[in-house]
């Protein structure tokens, strides 16, 4: 089966150092999703990419938050600098297109802990 | 702006018994409807989705998920519950312009033996 694979699994870094997760996307999915997944809050949409396009960001804290798709296979979320508030599960999910037509696959997370 | 509400964080169950987890949407026009599932340490898994057509949806697993515009609900449900079922789960609705998916927040399951 096709998978999304994400980088790291597991981080734990000190707060105020920078943290990038890594997504890979199915091969020609051109929908990229980032989620975050806490406990409190549940999961929240942080940015959407089609067509490695960012289309919307609404979700993520600007001022350290920073997701892209340099290109087609790889998409990426950076905090700079990092704070325990960020401490979560963070969830790539890519599509073909709109996610009615064949749903959205996610990966398996990389689980982010600031200390 | 479109939301999901679940109203059972937790339910148990006893293996072989039917199972229905509720879900109710909020959004103006027809939704897109999805059921994930999310066994510890992994990703989601698509169980079903719902765009248009037959209300009764069949799923991956044994399970299906029926969609209600009277009642905003589409709720998911299986006949006989493996202990294997044991996970949490999650209905979204996503926006006709397909950008952006809202999540509920999620059920978990526990079967007893």
């Known amino acids: 089966d096709a998978r999304v694979t994400q980088t790291p699994r597991h981080k734990v870094t000190e707060m105020g150092q920078e943290v990038t997760m890594r997504c890979q996307p199915i091969l020609g999915h051109n929908t990229v999703f980032w989620y975050r997944q806490t406990m409190m809050q549940g999961l929240e949409l942080l940015a959407y990419?089609?067509?490695?396009?960012?289309?919307?960001d609404s979700g993520m804290p600007k001022d350290r938050f920073s997701a892209e798709m340099p290109d087609a296979t790889l998409a990426t979320l950076k905090i700079q600098p990092s704070e325990p508030r960020d401490s979560a599960v963070y969830f790539c999910?890519?599509?073909?297109?709109?996610?009615?037509?064949?749903?959205?696959?996610f990966g398996s997370g990389t689980r982010l802990t600031v200390v | 702006a479109q939301s999901v509400t679940q109203p059972d964080i937790h339910i148990t169950v006893s293996e072989g018994a039917s199972l229905e987890l509720r879900c109710n949407y909020s959004?103006?026009?027809?939704?897109?409807l999805f059921w994930y599932v999310q066994s510890p340490g992994q990703g989601l898994q698509l169980l079903l989705k719902y765009f248009s057509g037959d209300t009764l949806v069949q799923g991956i697993k044994g399970f299906e998920a029926e969609f209600k515009r009277s009642q905003s609900s589409f709720n998911l449900r299986k006949p006989s519950v493996h202990w294997s079922d044991a996970a949490e789960y999650f209905c979204?609705?996503?926006?006709?312009?397909?950008?952006?998916?809202?999540f509920g927040g999620g059920t978990r399951l526990m079967v007893k033996p």
């Open positions: 990419f089609r067509n490695r396009a960012p289309l919307d």
């Open positions: 959004y103006g026009a027809t939704p897109y």
């Open positions: 979204a609705v996503e926006n006709n312009a397909g950008n952006m998916l809202t």
């Open positions: 999910a890519s599509g073909l297109g709109q996610g009615y037509r064949y749903g959205y696959t």
